[in-house]
């Protein structure tokens, strides 16, 4: 009967890392090419800052970004230009 060969254990972690690597180089590319594709987002960026100025409702108009492939980060940076980004007291 013949025995299965042995694995290193360090070779099959250096596969996945590899094909890691690969899958988020595709990712990237993905992520470029939507970005190209969704064309100009200045427009809706810009809207959803000038609204949170103001005491209207953001969820229409944050949902109409995202129909426009503005990414949440995206989102989220007009928004923290507008009103900072909490910072908890200092409690001694």
């Known amino acids: 009967m013949s025995e299965c060969p042995r694995i290193n254990a360090s070779l099959i972690w250096y596969f ?7 899958l988020i180089k595709e990712k990237i590319g993905k992520l ?11 427009q809706y960026i810009d809207k ?6 103001t ?3 953001l969820l229409p108009h944050i949902i109409e ?3 426009a492939k503005v990414s949440l980060g995206e ?8 009103w900072g980004e909490y910072r ?4 001694i």
């Open 32 to 42: 470029r090419l939507l970005k190209e594709k969704r064309g100009n987002i200045d």
């Open 55 to 57: 005491n209207e409702n």
């Open 75 to 82: 989102i989220c940076n007009s928004l923290r230009n507008v």
């Open 48 to 53: 959803i800052a000038q609204k949170a100025t």
């Open 65 to 67: 970004a995202v129909n």
């Open 16 to 22: 996945c890392l590899i094909r890691l690597i690969k």
């Open 88 to 91: 908890p007291k200092d409690i």
